[in-house]
């Protein structure tokens, strides 16, 4: 339990044992008097003298305090007992509780969600909102109403607007209802027959009962929760490429982001509203991740929880938050969307970006999308090629990490551009010697990565897109569709040219793609996926998609016409990989109206900047040299 937790769960039951002391004070001298042969036959009169009219007096006050949340139950019940005996005060109550319940519940019915709010308030209705959309509400509702402290009152507003019928509702509530009225129906009849000892006995045993009932009325709560959500974990399964993102958590935290600079302002009301419609497509954005099931989990938040001001967005937990947070700079007029990367990949991201201004500029997609996320119909017809001649010869080759590793905890998110006139020059000639600018950007790095190791081979890793080789690449797919060419083997000697690394870079591709090598364990991973426990497919994972300390990703093109959002100019945009813990290092690469923009997201301490900063600035100048040989 965390301090927080734990100091109200202090306070909560000290201000109980308080009020249930001050009540008892306040009423002893009348309660003490019920042992009293003579006030007993005061009371005996008044019941007599008021006849059925009493009996109906005492189940008004029980339907008024279930009516008002707020009134504790307790004090009618003891009431109850001490008047009509145990098992009389018992079948007063229980039916005071049912008209009670009956009406609450057809009040909720008719008027649903804006009673509540104006009852409870729009943030605690919306924290049981598990509850509403449970398949399990039935025995979820028994455990709540049979646990004390938990508020019964206040679940009897929200059980209305589920799919429960009433009938089920009422019954179960009055029978969960029982052990705790007759608890008290016992001690107010006990103290009327003067039997103080058994009256004492069961005050301490219920007042036991109770507070550790509000002690662990949190981990009560979090348990029905967990029965409530197994329900969900078909409409909101992830699938094997997701669950590889996840079981890399403890190194590499999963998120992409994407930093954009506008001229104007952007109406974040209407970002919100647009972030709500895109959850008739892609609903998991606002969903948690369960991370020991493996699944999405719905948990009631809005797309008001996904946007916040702040000058900069760096983590949070995925289990505990949306998979989308969005961070508003109004001074420098920036924004960052930061998204899970277990929920989708780079390319992912775009197509969710792309949706999102789309609809923010009031435009409705035609036809009506769907997001698919399975990855077994990429999988069909794929044949996977044997491993390139320079892969076999180097198949034991690794690269040390570029940094030094450290405990340094702070947060750099480094870039260096290259502007539109010298990317052009890199684009134009890339073409005219038939090679790809993913081709240059690799050629690149692994040149600066020699350099700075003193190596001749350079292993690298290199994601790829698998939608492009399926029926696919049309539709909309915000997933991890992404797979890895493991290794990228260049053979750097001293008198090699950038051209010649080039060249040799832009062959050992062609050959793995035309093999269809980053397709290489996914299929086996799908197979796994569905039919292996979680925690054994985790460790699988951890030992067969290793982790390079050096990495590569190239995000591609943001196509500015796609990513625009009305009565705002954007001035700059550029897509980063999650923050690396020492001594990893990934270099990240986008594009944006021309502009290519290198980068890397790093955890560290001082110094790493530097280095971070030292690697980019060199990568841009291999190809700036490149471009200006003749």
Not at 72 to 95: Q, R
Not at 291 to 314: H, P
Not at 537 to 547: D, F, G, P, V
Request: charged share 20%; aromatic share 10%; with cysteine.
């Amino acid at each position: 339990m965390e301090k927080k937790t734990r100091r109200q769960v202090i306070i909560y039951c000290i201000l109980f044992v308080g009020l249930i002391a001050g009540i008892t004070a306040a009423l002893f001298p009348y309660v003490e008097r019920l042992s009293d042969s003579q006030f007993q036959k005061v009371i005996e009169a008044w019941i007599d003298k008021r006849g059925i009219t009493g009996f109906f007096i005492v189940m008004g006050i029980q339907i008024l305090q279930v009516v008002i949340a707020f009134i504790p139950g307790e004090p009618v019940e003891i009431f109850s007992g001490a008047l009509y005996g145990a098992v009389g005060g018992l079948l007063i109550c229980l039916s005071g509780c049912m008209i009670a319940s009956t009406i609450i519940f057809s009040l909720s019915k008719r008027y649903g969600n804006p009673l509540l709010y104006s009852l409870f308030g729009k943030e605690k209705v919306q924290g049981w909102k598990w509850l509403q959309d449970s398949r399990r509400y039935s025995m979820v509702t028994f455990i709540l109403f049979f646990v004390p402290g938990t508020p019964k009152d206040m679940l009897t507003y929200i059980v209305g607007i589920t799919n429960m019928g009433g009938g089920e509702f009422i019954g179960i509530s009055t029978l969960a209802r029982i052990p705790s009225i007759l608890s008290s129906t016992i001690i107010g009849s006990t103290i009327r027959q003067d039997k103080w000892i058994i009256s004492l006995s069961v005050f301490l045993v219920t007042g036991i009962i109770g507070i550790v009932g509000i002690g662990f009325k949190e981990r009560i709560i979090c348990f029905c929760q967990s029965r409530a959500d197994k329900e969900k974990t078909a409409t909101t399964k992830c699938e094997g490429l997701d669950f590889v993102e996840a079981a890399h958590r403890q190194r590499v935290y999963p998120f992409i982001y994407c930093h954009m600079e506008f001229d104007g302002d952007l109406d974040i009301s209407r970002l919100q509203s647009a972030i709500a419609r895109s959850c008739l497509y892609v609903p998991e954005v606002l969903y948690t991740y369960d991370f020991t099931r493996g699944c999405f989990v719905d948990k009631g938040f809005t797309a008001s929880d996904t946007v916040c001001y702040a000058s900069d967005l760096l983590q949070w937990e995925l289990e505990k938050k949306p998979q989308l947070q969005i961070v508003v700079n109004e001074e420098e007029k920036k924004i960052i969307i930061g998204m899970s990367h277990i929920l989708t990949d780079g390319e992912g991201f775009l197509q969710y970006l792309y949706l999102l201004s789309f609809l923010y500029s009031g435009h409705t997609p035609i036809p009506p999308l769907k997001n698919c996320r399975e990855i077994s119909p990429v999988l069909d017809n794929i044949h996977i090629g044997r491993p390139t001649e320079q892969t076999r010869r180097h198949r034991r080759v690794t690269v040390p990490p570029l940094r030094e590793n450290s405990k340094g905890h702070q947060h750099f998110c480094l870039s260096s551009r290259i502007l539109p006139k010298d990317f052009s020059a890199i684009y134009y000639k890339s073409k005219k010697q038939n090679v790809t600018l993913n081709d240059v950007f690799l050629a690149a790095y692994a040149r600066v990565i020699s350099r700075l190791h003193g190596l001749q081979i350079v292993v690298i890793p290199c994601p790829a897109d698998l939608r492009r080789y399926s029926p696919m690449m049309d539709r909309l797919s915000i997933a991890n569709m992404t797979g890895i060419y493991r290794k990228i083997v260049v053979e750097i000697a001293p008198q090699h040219s950038f051209r010649d690394t080039l060249l040799q870079v832009h062959i050992e591709m062609e050959l793995q793609k035309s093999r269809r090598r980053c397709f290489v364990g996914i299929r086996p991973l799908n197979y796994a996926f569905h039919r292996m426990s979680r925690p054994v497919l985790a460790q699988s994972i951890k030992y067969s998609y290793r982790l390079f300390p050096v990495s590569y990703t190239n995000f591609g093109k943001i196509d500015h016409t796609k990513l625009a959002f009305k009565d705002c100019k954007m001035k700059g945009c550029f897509m980063t990989g999650t923050y690396r813990l020492p001594p990893d290092f990934q270099l990240s690469i986008s594009t944006y109206q021309n502009v290519c923009t290198l980068n890397c997201t790093l955890i560290g301490q001082d110094g790493d900047d530097i280095i971070g900063q030292q690697i980019l600035d060199d990568v841009k100048n291999e190809m700036l040299e490149w471009v200006n040989m003749n």
